[in-house]
């Protein structure tokens, strides 16, 4: 079917281009460089699109444009999985195009193009989640390319993204508070996130016009006393929604937003391994590589992930358990119990660092209940490379509940080893819990809210002694 969709003609006369646009535009590759052999594309209206907007495009026609994109029309030859730099057969798909086949089929970006995208008004602050990530903060940055806008930071970044900033030759976005300091009433565009526990300090709901993100909309998620801008895709990063809009929008797009964006899908799909990762975030990888002229992706990912486990060797505990911890409350329908559940999750290339100092995380996750007065809350660990994760369980309800929702069994380290594969936060972990939470299950040891409140002084008082700051 997507052969059918779009059809190449002669490539546009320049005599017809100086007068003006016509019937059909002419593809741009978005690049600062030009590409020779630019067509334009006649649309044709899909037999799905009876519910479509004119001008528009049916989401179940990609998987065949993606191929007919990849092969520069040709039909693709069957090929053995490629073999992935960290060992063992790789099920993603090769990365990088040449520049004559990304353009020379124009059916990607004609076809990708049309009324999807939202668009941001000029002027406008783009911000991500506390505790950032590359996806945040690149998205944020990308964004503010596209939409004319200002990038802003939620906090300090950790160094997987400061080692991106620095390949491509990228500033630091300022902080929030300062850039909201210069630019006084300017609106707000969240990026990467959607719930108010992820909303970084100081931002006015207000002058929020604008979310874009692929996270799912849960118990938390932000309220607005008007209608605001909405992009939310089931989609790998916010880093792929962002580039999608650039090929919508046709808009010009420099090497380095190209890479940044590349880099976020990277982060936040463990390489195309994770299993919030589509075909569109494929897509994008590779429309992104030829974009930012990065001829090696699988280099790209080793030495990031490299990047970001070179910061657990010198982080606290503290640090360890909240530098990517999401908190969640769930209801039970027939009694409606609440429960305050937080999971973290350490990404790393060498597990054995984090799994070495396991009691002391232990005791940090306890803390770390009493402070935010939360019932559960479990650190995983991710090995990035095998694909693998452990979770660490303070208490005696954590392992129960985590038994019954992954069908583990305690080590003898007392942690709880998953299958392989599984090491979405979003996909894997939550959802098993909720199903188990759905059944009724409920803890075990409920404390007395006056020794709950003991104990929160008593930790207050350690770390008030100690110097230190609570939550």
Same mark, same amino acid.
């Given at each position: 079917?997507?052969?059918?969709?779009?059809?190449?003609?002669?490539?546009?006369?320049?005599?017809?281009?100086?007068?003006?646009?016509?019937?059909?535009?002419?593809?741009?590759?978005?690049?600062?460089?030009?590409?020779?052999?630019?067509?334009?594309?006649?649309?044709?209206?899909?037999?799905?699109?009876?519910?479509?907007?004119?001008?528009?495009?049916?989401?179940?026609?990609?998987?065949?444009?993606?191929?007919?994109?990849?092969?520069?029309?040709?039909?693709?030859?069957?090929?053995?999985?490629?073999?992935?730099?960290?060992?063992?057969?790789?099920?993603?798909?090769?990365?990088?195009?040449?520049?004559?086949?990304?353009?020379?089929?124009?059916?990607?970006?004609?076809?990708?193009?049309?009324?999807?995208?939202?668009?941001?008004?000029?002027?406008?602050?783009?911000?991500?989640?506390?505790?950032?990530?590359?996806?945040?903060?690149?998205?944020?940055?990308?964004?503010?390319?596209?939409?004319?806008?200002?990038?802003?930071?939620?906090?300090?970044?950790?160094?997987?993204?400061?080692?991106?900033?620095?390949?491509?030759?990228?500033?630091?976005?300022?902080?929030?508070?300062?850039?909201?300091?210069?630019?006084?009433?300017?609106?707000?565009?969240?990026?990467?996130?959607?719930?108010?526990?992820?909303?970084?300090?100081?931002?006015?709901?207000?002058?929020?016009?604008?979310?874009?993100?692929?996270?799912?909309?849960?118990?938390?998620?932000?309220?607005?006393?008007?209608?605001?801008?909405?992009?939310?895709?089931?989609?790998?990063?916010?880093?792929?929604?962002?580039?999608?809009?650039?090929?919508?929008?046709?808009?010009?797009?420099?090497?380095?937003?190209?890479?940044?964006?590349?880099?976020?899908?990277?982060?936040?799909?463990?390489?195309?391994?994770?299993?919030?990762?589509?075909?569109?975030?494929?897509?994008?990888?590779?429309?992104?590589?030829?974009?930012?002229?990065?001829?090696?992706?699988?280099?790209?990912?080793?030495?990031?992930?490299?990047?970001?486990?070179?910061?657990?060797?010198?982080?606290?505990?503290?640090?360890?358990?909240? $530098?990517?911890? !999401? @908190?969640? &409350?769930?209801?039970?329908?027939?009694? #409606?119990? =609440?429960?305050?559940?937080?999971?973290? /999750? *350490?990404?790393?290339?060498?597990?054995?660092?984090?799994?070495?100092?396991?009691?002391?995380?232990?005791?940090?996750?306890?803390?770390?209940?009493?402070?935010?007065?939360?019932?559960?809350?479990?650190?995983?660990?991710?090995?990035?490379?095998?694909?693998?994760?452990?979770?660490?369980?303070?208490?005696?309800?954590?392992?129960?509940?985590?038994?019954?929702?992954?069908?583990?069994?305690?080590?003898?380290?007392?942690?709880?080893?998953?299958?392989?594969?599984?090491?979405?936060?979003?996909?894997?972990?939550?959802?098993?819990?909720?199903?188990?939470?759905?059944? $009724?299950?409920? !803890? @075990?040891? &409920?404390?007395?809210?006056?020794?709950? #409140?003991? =104990?929160?002084?008593?930790?207050?008082? /350690? *770390?008030?002694?100690?110097?230190?700051?609570?939550?």
């Amino acid at each position: 079917m997507g052969a059918t969709c779009a059809k190449e003609i002669a490539p546009l006369d320049p005599a017809l281009a100086a007068a003006g646009p016509q019937q059909d535009d002419e593809v741009s590759p978005g690049g600062s460089g030009s590409v020779a052999g630019s067509v334009r594309c006649e649309e044709e209206k899909s037999a799905l699109s009876k519910d479509v907007h004119p001008g528009g495009r049916q989401s179940d026609e990609i998987h065949n444009l993606y191929d007919n994109f990849c092969s520069g029309g040709q039909p693709a030859p069957a090929q053995e999985k490629r073999r992935s730099i960290f060992g063992g057969r790789s099920s993603r798909r090769s990365f990088v195009a040449e520049g004559e086949v990304l353009y020379a089929s124009s059916k990607l970006t004609s076809r990708l193009t049309g009324p999807w995208s939202v668009v941001i008004p000029k002027g406008t602050v783009f911000i991500g989640h506390k505790i950032p990530d590359t996806d945040a903060i690149c998205s944020a940055i990308a964004a503010s390319e596209l939409f004319e806008g200002y990038p802003a930071k939620a906090g300090k970044l950790n160094t997987e993204t400061e080692y991106v900033l620095q390949r491509f030759r990228v500033a630091e976005p300022d902080l929030f508070e300062d850039v909201s300091r210069s630019r006084g009433d300017s609106s707000i565009c969240l990026v990467d996130h959607n719930q108010m526990s992820q909303v970084s300090d100081g931002v006015d709901l207000k002058k929020v016009i604008g979310v874009i993100d692929h996270h799912a909309f849960q118990s938390g998620t932000i309220c607005t006393p008007f209608p605001i801008y909405t992009d939310i895709r089931p989609w790998g990063s916010a880093c792929t929604i962002i580039a999608h809009a650039f090929i919508q929008h046709r808009h010009p797009l420099s090497k380095s937003s190209a890479g940044l964006m590349l880099a976020g899908i990277i982060s936040d799909t463990l390489s195309l391994c994770s299993p919030t990762t589509t075909e569109f975030d494929h897509m994008m990888v590779t429309f992104l590589s030829y974009a930012a002229g990065v001829s090696d992706v699988d280099e790209l990912a080793k030495e990031m992930f490299k990047a970001k486990s070179k910061q657990l060797e010198t982080m606290n505990a503290y640090s360890l358990v909240r $530098g990517d911890i !999401k @908190k969640f &409350v769930t209801e039970e329908a027939r009694t #409606r119990t =609440k429960l305050k559940m937080a999971i973290g /999750v *350490v990404e790393c290339t060498n597990p054995v660092v984090v799994m070495n100092r396991k009691d002391e995380l232990e005791d940090e996750l306890r803390a770390f209940k009493l402070e935010e007065d939360a019932d559960i809350a479990y650190l995983i660990v991710v090995d990035i490379v095998a694909l693998l994760s452990e979770i660490i369980c303070p208490d005696e309800d954590e392992v129960d509940l985590a038994c019954q929702a992954f069908g583990g069994t305690v080590g003898e380290n007392g942690t709880i080893k998953l299958e392989k594969g599984r090491v979405s936060r979003k996909l894997d972990f939550m959802p098993n819990l909720v199903k188990v939470l759905e059944k $009724g299950w409920q !803890k @075990k040891k &409920v404390e007395a809210p006056e020794t709950r #409140r003991i =104990k929160r002084q008593s930790l207050a008082q /350690v *770390v008030y002694e100690n110097g230190q700051s609570l939550g």
